[in-house]
């Protein structure tokens, strides 16, 4: 309480500031839509309301620079609504300057306390505070336009450098599901998965009740476990999608990063989404967002060419970036799409060599494809020796590889000279669960992540052919070297191979390597939440090589799961060796 | 002695922050998120006051006090605008179709009190 008789509303603060992201993001996505259709009334209202919100909200909040700020925005707009000033790209540049700056002033507010924002006002809201005044006070668009000596956004602004997107931390609250009359609440992340991680433990539990009822042949207590088991496979189910949002709130940032970026490159661009609405895990639609980001700045930086280029090649001046998501079975599919000029063979290979990453002789000859793929991802191929603002500095495709495979993920390339280029992220639906592929090698269940998994085959050993010293198998033609798994996992090797009883082969699969591990037994899928290994380790006589962490079934067993890429690099050395 | 109130403005953030507060003092308080939901509401009930923001989506406060004013089961309904301080040219239309109290955000709690007994003064 303030006083006697006041209630208490520091509480409502942070509505404030959610509300006060949620509208800047609202006016950001509709002055991007106001360029393309600057007569819709509606949009032009709906932004100026926005403003109008937004410096109420300030106020409430006692940040008086940022109501000041908001105030004179609004008084632009106010002049572009009664027609009395002429929208353009120069004032749009100005007013998504302006939302640039709310955004850092409400990102300098202490978080759940009223505190005000004095002592903000730098050069820059000085600068754009001067001409938004001029602007209300009468001059045409000219005069949004940048002035000799005003920096257009300065690279080491670190508020430009990042796309002027907040801190994950505010995206966070700001994605936050909000209801109108409070119906909703906000729950932290981290108690969320909390909750996760006891349904799982109950789904071991339930499990094991299953099990056991089944072995002492109790009639009820079989219906209480199937029961049980029933309402465990619901509470799950419902756990984990609290954590799902669509894609939509990442996808609606690009309208702005895609318009600046094309404007900055010179290349008129549209941008297209669909699949808005696949639903994923929060912290996944959080982990892509910076690779899609440098996808997105690539396409427009490199694929898509200038418009004279285009028209030469007969296809129409604006270039065209796709952001598609869709599900496919327990995967989310990302594609980043661009109608541009392709990536040629010849000048992939010819930076390649440049770099040392091909040598002069295998330079000579055109690359595969998969070659191509490989080494676009591969670290120092991209890494550009001048600064390039817009695809990036110095950061190459390698990145995004990792960042995407660092979740468990892939990603994948099509490209056509003249035609265009797609990336294709595949990550999974979730973080909190995994699903494996379950295998037995020496006595010890291993899970291998479903995603990796190609498929299994059951091969006789004599089948194998030895290439050098290594077993391969010839699968529809195609060699794969076969290695029994215990071997890269250090794990003690089940005696001899039999001649001719077939044995299982798991084929994992990741970009263009194929390896078929053999494996003493396959035991099936299951979906399973992954600990860190920390507790478990202790109890491994070995050095843990190619493991990702350990998680216990339903049964109680423990099971260790595989990290394949790991494998593979372990696999390919012993190969080499 | 608790009043009957509706609330007309659309910032779910200032909903509450007024929401909070007249529940505070015992208000009965109902929300309506913009003018056509104000005009809808209104003949459910029996309000003692409305508190009607200008600026918000689909009818304007300035519009839903027009119609107000024409109805003659609303024309006398207590009313407090809420403004903004450079709105002048708002407030003297507002004045004009017949609007007495005014309140211009932002506004403090105790503000807001004030100004709901000055209306039943």
Known sequence: ?577 | MSRKILIAEDSPATQKFISFTLKYKGHDVTIASDGIEALEKLPQAQYDLLILDIMMPRMNGLEVLREIKKRPETSALPVIMLTSEKGEADRQTALSLGARFFLNKPFQPDQLLEAIDQVFA
């Not at chain 1, 005003?150 to 966070?172: F, I, K, L, Y």
């Not at chain 1, 290695?483 to 003690?492: I, K, R, S, T, V």
């Open chain 1, 1 to 577: 309480m303030t006083d006697a008789g006041q209630p208490d509303l520091t509480g409502l603060y942070g509505e404030f500031l959610d509300e006060s992201r949620e509208l800047l993001d609202a006016v950001a996505r509709d002055l991007v839509l106001l360029e393309q259709r600057p007569d819709d009334r509606d949009v032009l209202h709906r932004v100026f309301r926005a403003a109008h919100s937004l410096k109420g909200n300030a106020g409430f909040m006692g940040m008086e620079t940022l109501a000041t700020l908001a105030h004179s925005m609004e008084n632009v707009l106010g002049r572009v609504r009664d027609g009395s000033l002429a929208s353009g790209p120069d004032l749009l540049d100005l007013l998504l300057r302006g939302l640039d700056a709310c955004r850092m002033l409400l990102a300098s507010a202490a978080p759940g306390q009223p505190g005000g924002d004095a002592g903000r006002l730098t050069a820059e809201l000085e600068s754009l505070l001067a001409r938004f005044e001029a602007l209300h006070a009468g001059a045409g668009e000219a005069a949004a336009a940048p002035a000799a000596g005003w920096s257009r956004g300065a690279p080491d602004d670190p508020a430009v450098a990042a796309g002027a997107e907040p801190a994950p931390a505010d995206r966070a609250a700001a994605d936050g599901r909000r209801g109108r009359d409070g119906d909703t609440i906000r729950v932290s992340t981290a108690r969320l998965d909390r909750l996760v991680n006891l349904v799982g433990e109950l789904m071991a539990s339930r499990s094991q009740l299953a099990s056991l009822s089944r072995r002492t042949h109790h009639r009820e207590l079989e219906d209480v476990a199937a029961g049980l088991s029933r309402l465990a496979d619901q509470l799950q189910g419902e756990v984990l999608s609290i954590r799902m949002v669509p894609i939509r709130t990442l996808f609606q940032k690009f309208h702005r990063l895609v318009r600046d970026t094309a404007r900055e490159a010179g290349k008129p661009v549209v941008l297209e989404l669909e699949g808005e609405a696949t639903e994923l895990d929060k912290a996944i639609v959080e982990a892509v967002h910076d690779p899609v980001v440098h996808l997105v700045r690539n396409a427009i930086g490199h694929g898509i060419e200038p418009a004279e280029a285009r028209a030469a090649a007969g296809k129409p001046a604006t270039g065209r970036v796709r952001l598609a998501a869709r599900h496919a079975q327990d995967h989310v599919v990302i594609e980043v799409s661009d109608d541009g000029r392709g990536i040629d063979e010849a000048s992939v290979r010819r930076r390649a060599a440049e770099r040392g990453l091909l040598s002069a002789a295998d330079a000579e000859a055109p690359l595969t494809p998969e070659a191509v793929r490989r080494l676009i991802f591969s670290p120092g191929f991209s890494t550009a020796d001048r600064v390039d603002r817009i695809s990036g500095r110095g950061v190459g495709l390698d990145v995004v590889r990792t960042a995407v495979e660092g979740l468990g993920g892939t990603v994948e390339l099509a490209t056509q000279v003249g035609q265009g280029t797609t990336f294709t992220l595949r990550v999974p639906l979730t973080l909190a669960m995994i699903q494996i592929f379950l295998v037995r090698v020496a006595g010890r269940l291993y899970g291998l992540p479903l995603t990796y998994v190609e498929e299994t085959i059951r091969v006789a050993p004599r089948e194998f052919q030895i290439v050098g010293h290594q077993r391969v198998h010839l699968l529809r033609g195609q060699a794969i070297p076969v290695m029994p798994l215990a071997l890269p996992l250090g794990a003690p090797e089940s005696g001899a191979l039999p001649d001719t009883a077939p044995v299982p082969v798991v084929v994992v699969r990741h970009g263009d390597r194929r390896v078929g591990f053999l494996v003493d037994e396959v035991c099936g899928k299951d979906k399973t939440v992954l600990k860190a290994l920390g507790p478990y380790l202790a109890r491994l006589p070995q050095p843990v090589r190619g493991i990702a962490g350990a998680s216990l079934l339903g049964s109680g067993e423990l099971v260790l799961i595989a990290d394949v890429l790991g494998l593979l690099a372990l696999a390919g050395d012993m190969a080499a060796a």
